[in-house]
C-alpha cells in the first residue's frame, strides 16, 4: 500500500491552543482518512479526503487535503481534554480497501 | 453507523497454545474483513484480509500458518494464533466495511489484547 509519514509523533498541548498534525507522502494519494484511537480503545473514523485541497470541518476540526494530493492536515483549535488520543492518517486501497495507517500523532492535554 | 464486535476483549494464555479471537459485524454483512495488531505505542499494521468463503490473504511477512483465519459467514471472521509465544502479545483488531455505504469508512472492533506467558 501507499506510505505515508505522520509528524509530529507526539504533541502535549495547553487546553484551549490550537494544534496540527501532518502526514505526508512522496507519491500521490487516492484518498486520505483520518482516525482517532482513545487510549486504550479501537480506531474511529473521522474523516475522507478524495479531492485536490478540499478542506472539511468538523465543529473545532479542519482537515485539509493539499493540492498535489501529497499531503493532508489536521488541525484542532481550542483544544480541550476530550481531544486526547492518537491520530492517525491512513490511506485506502483504491480496489482492495485495504488501510495503510500513518505511524499517529498522540495528543496530551495539560489542563 | 455499523457496529463490530471482537471476543473476547483480552486473553491471557499459557506459552504453546492457541487463542481464537472471533469479529463479528452485527448489524451488516461483510464478505471482506481484516485483521490488525497493533504493539504498545505504534500504529496499526494490517495482517491478512479475510475473505468470506475463499482464503485469506496474507500481507508481507505474516506467517499464515501461525495465524489461521477464517471466514466462514457474511458476519463472521475468526483470527486463530497458533502455538502462540511471548512475542505474539499484542492488540488485536478486526475492520469491516459496510458495503452499503458510499463513504468507505471502515468500522473497527474493540480489539482483543493478547497476552502470552
Known amino acids: 500500500g501507499q506510505q505515508v509519514m505522520q509528524i509530529p509523533q507526539y504533541q502535549h498541548v495547553q487546553e484551549g491552543e490550537d494544534f496540527t498534525t501532518y502526514c505526508n507522502s512522496s507519491?500521490?494519494?487516492?484518498?486520505i482518512q483520518w482516525y482517532k484511537q482513545r487510549p486504550g480503545g479501537h480506531p474511529v473514523f473521522l474523516i475522507q479526503?478524495?479531492?485536490?485541497?478540499e478542506v472539511k470541518k468538523q465543529k473545532r476540526l479542519t482537515f485539509q487535503f493539499g493540492e498535489a494530493k501529497k499531503n493532508s492536515s489536521l488541525h484542532i483549535t481550542a483544544t480541550q481534554t476530550t481531544d486526547v488520543g492518537t491520530y492517525f492518517c491512513?490511506?485506502?486501497?483504491?480496489?482492495?480497501?485495504?488501510?495503510?495507517f500513518g505511524a499517529g500523532t498522540t495528543v496530551t492535554v495539560r489542563a | 453507523g455499523a457496529v463490530v464486535s471482537q471476543h473476547p476483549s483480552w486473553v491471557i494464555c499459557k506459552s504453546g497454545t492457541s487463542v481464537k479471537i472471533e469479529c463479528r459485524s452485527l448489524?451488516?454483512?461483510?464478505?471482506?474483513m481484516f485483521w490488525y495488531r497493533q504493539f504498545p505505542k505504534q500504529s496499526l499494521m494490517l495482517m491478512a484480509t479475510?475473505?468470506?468463503?475463499?482464503?485469506?490473504?496474507?500481507e508481507q511477512g505474516v506467517e499464515k500458518d501461525k495465524f489461521l483465519i477464517n471466514h466462514a459467514s457474511l458476519t463472521l471472521s475468526t483470527l486463530t494464533v497458533t502455538s502462540a509465544h511471548p512475542e505474539d502479545s499484542s492488540f488485536y483488531i478486526c475492520?469491516?466495511?459496510?458495503?452499503?455505504?458510499?463513504?468507505?469508512?471502515?468500522?473497527f472492533g474493540p480489539g482483543t489484547r493478547l497476552t502470552v506467558t
Open positions: 475492520s469491516a466495511r459496510d458495503p452499503r455505504d458510499y463513504v468507505y469508512e471502515q468500522y
Open positions: 507519491t500521490t494519494l487516492s484518498n
Open positions: 479526503l478524495v479531492k485536490s485541497g
Open positions: 491512513a490511506v485506502q486501497g483504491s480496489n482492495d480497501y485495504k488501510l495503510s
Open positions: 448489524d451488516f454483512q461483510a464478505t471482506t
Open positions: 479475510s475473505n468470506e468463503g475463499s482464503k485469506a490473504t496474507y
